[in-house]
């Protein structure tokens, strides 16, 4: 079982910058492909970003294209996502999650096997 822990959201304003870091309980963490979905009220989840198990390789979604980097270091067992150029449209729930399965980057929920908690990302206008 792997547990994923999330830190690093907060209230911040519009224009402004947050890393959100996620630590993986498991040695075997370069193993896994890396996602970062992301759940406003009323909302469906919805992917962000993510990286493959020897970041050769990232996905974004559109709406953050150029504003938001994943990257992970293998050593530490974590994932982080580097959010510039903040929007108040950003404000959701952020989880990470781990796909043990795929070898490339996947952008659906249902593809995850593992979930952190969340953390809050609050961006005011």
């Known amino acids: 079982h792997v547990q994923l822990v999330e830190s690093g959201g907060g209230l911040v304003q519009a224009g402004g910058s947050l890393r959100l870091s996620c630590a993986a309980s498991?040695?075997?963490?370069?193993?896994?492909?890396m996602g970062w979905l992301r759940q406003a009220p009323g909302k469906e989840r919805e992917f962000v970003a993510g990286?493959?198990?020897?970041?050769?390789?990232?996905k974004y979604t559109d709406s953050v294209k150029g504003r938001f980097t994943v990257s992970r270091d293998n050593a530490k067992n974590t994932v982080y996502l580097q959010m510039n150029s903040l929007k108040p449209e950003d404000t959701a729930v952020y989880y990470c999650?781990?796909?043990?399965?795929?070898?490339?980057?996947?952008?659906?929920?249902?593809?995850?096997?593992?979930w952190g908690q969340g953390t809050q990302v609050t961006v005011s206008s």
């Open positions: 999650a781990a796909d043990l399965r795929s070898l490339g980057v996947v952008t659906g929920s249902r593809s995850y096997d593992y």
């Open positions: 990286i493959s198990r020897s970041c050769a390789s990232t």
């Open positions: 498991e040695r075997s963490f370069s193993s896994y492909a």
